[in-house]
């Protein structure tokens, strides 16, 4: 399996979608965290000030 990242055409072109699928629902899952934690740190600033 060490070889396949040295031998691009081994892969399987459905392993390909699949990695690319679980990369793009990876990145939208940390793209989604990352909008949730800046809309908490928006929330405690405006709790702040307001105190």
């Known amino acids: 399996m ?3 990242s040295s031998a691009p ?3 399987w072109p459905v392993a ?3 990695s ?3 990369l793009k ?3 939208e899952a940390e ?3 990352e ?3 800046n809309i908490r740190k928006l929330q405690q600033q405006q709790q ?3 105190q």
């Open 9 to 11: 055409g081994y892969k």
């Open 16 to 18: 390909r979608v699949e």
């Open 35 to 37: 909008a949730g934690g």
């Open 25 to 27: 629902l990876k990145l």
């Open 48 to 50: 702040q000030q307001q």
């Open 20 to 22: 690319r699928l679980e």
């Open 31 to 33: 793209a989604e965290a």
């Open 2 to 4: 060490e070889s396949v």
